[in-house]
């Protein structure tokens, strides 16, 4: 995931398609960096408020990879064996 977002450039093209709604815009500045993320979670004050802040993170790269889906910016491989 970490390789499509920052080193693909997967972010950027999410933030910047016409018909990207402005709550993922600024979910994508969430996520723009490993090191962003990373820092934003680590400053919170406290364990709850971190616990809270990871939660953020995780939703925002969900809603972010369905997103780019929807687009039709990624896709996914089925690994199952059926």
Request: glycine letters at 4%; charged letters at 25%; a negative charge.
């Given at each position: 995931?970490?390789?499509?977002?920052?080193?693909?450039?997967?972010?950027?093209?999410?933030?910047?398609?016409?018909?990207?709604p402005h709550r993922l815009k600024e979910a994508c500045g969430l996520v723009r960096s490993y090191e962003w993320a990373e820092h934003?979670?680590?400053?919170?004050?406290?364990?709850?408020?971190?616990?809270?802040?990871?939660?953020?993170?995780?939703?925002?790269?969900?809603?972010?990879?369905?997103?780019?889906?929807?687009?039709?910016?990624?896709?996914?491989?089925?690994?199952?064996?059926?």
């Amino acid at each position: 995931m970490g390789r499509a977002f920052w080193e693909k450039g997967l972010i950027e093209r999410v933030e910047s398609h016409a018909l990207t709604p402005h709550r993922l815009k600024e979910a994508c500045g969430l996520v723009r960096s490993y090191e962003w993320a990373e820092h934003y979670v680590l400053e919170a004050p406290d364990l709850h408020e971190a616990w809270s802040r990871s939660l953020e993170v995780l939703t925002a790269t969900n809603n972010l990879l369905a997103w780019a889906s929807e687009l039709g910016l990624i896709y996914s491989r089925s690994t199952s064996a059926d």
